[in-house]
Nanobody, 114 residues
């Protein structure tokens, strides 16, 4: 059974940093693309970043240069380092198996305050 659990969300001031984690189990993590999505009432579902099994990365235009996705295949964990956060980064953040949104965790809320 695929299981994904996000952690690390919370409240952070604009300009600050936050690190999200995604613990995965139930599949061969080291052989699987992983993706971070976010969803907010004003913007809908957005692909934030993804990372290939070997570490190649993709970033959405809104986070390029500020966020960094990484993974530890030995621990089956994916990370999202969020730097210089902006008010518009406020959203529920989900990690997902593969590049789609079907197999995802329950999410972790990130709220950026002025």
């Amino acid at each position: 059974e695929v299981r994904l659990v996000e952690s690390g969300g919370g409240s952070v001031q604009a300009g600050g940093s936050l690190r999200l984690s995604c613990a995965a189990s139930g599949f061969t993590f080291g052989a699987t693309y992983m993706t971070w999505f976010r969803q907010s009432p004003g913007k809908g579902l957005e692909k934030v970043a993804n990372i290939s099994p070997s570490g190649n990365t993709f970033y959405g235009d809104d986070v390029k240069g500020r966020f960094a996705v990484s993974r530890d295949n030995t621990k089956s964990i994916m990370y999202l380092n969020m730097n210089n956060v902006k008010l518009e980064d406020t959203a529920m953040y989900y990690c997902a198996k593969g590049t789609g949104f079907t197999d995802r965790g329950p999410g972790t809320q990130v709220t950026v305050t002025p």
